[in-house]
């Protein structure tokens, strides 16, 4: 998360009246989250390795092609070649949530995502051991206007070679 956003979130909360302690507490780990998620992103942007190294060793990515569900092993075999250019793929948070258990060891989150794609919506699930974080889950998908949906699925059946659903 950039000092701006961090900034006019605070600015927020402090125009919208008291909080308590431990929200203070929530949103800076949000904010440390956000944070993780965005350099996450950005190790991708600039293809450094270290992208795979927030990757959990039992972490599973799913992509938007219906053959993409790599564990990270594989799914690092798969992105070798993209890595080795000066950006593998940029992907640019619009909009963000993230949820989080008690003790905060685990964090489930969605975002909205600018691409070369087009607008992009994923979903993942991070495990927290101490101050480390490693993404368990990430699924990544197109987010396709529901106006377009049938003609799209035509799409993608003539693509599969088979007959448009129903």
């Known amino acids: 998360m950039n000092w701006m956003r961090a900034f006019m979130i605070l600015l927020a909360l402090s125009i919208s009246g008291p ?13 440390k989250v956000a944070s993780f998620i965005d350099s996450w992103h950005d190790d991708a942007a600039h293809a450094r390795l270290a992208y795979f ?12 092609d219906r ?8 799914f690092l075999e798969w992105a ?40 992009c919506q994923a979903s993942g699930v991070i495990r927290r051991d101490r101050d480390r974080f490693r993404i368990a889950h990430y699924q990544l998908s197109l987010a396709v206007p529901n106006e ?3 003609q799209l699925s035509e799409l993608i059946a003539k693509a ?7």
């Open 160 to 166: 599969a070679g088979g007959a448009a659903p129903k």
């Open 80 to 119: 070798r070649p993209y890595f080795a250019r000066p950006s593998a793929w940029t992907f640019h948070a619009i909009n963000r949530h993230v949820y989080f258990n008690a003790d905060k060891s685990v964090i489930w989150f969605d975002e909205q995502l600018e691409s070369r794609l087009g607008l």
């Open 67 to 74: 053959t993409e569900r790599w564990d990270r092993a594989a």
């Open 53 to 64: 190294d927030k990757i959990a060793e039992d972490g599973i990515f799913i992509g938007t």
């Open 19 to 31: 909080v308590a302690a431990g929200e203070y507490a929530d949103i800076a780990f949000r904010a």
């Open 148 to 150: 377009i949906q049938p």
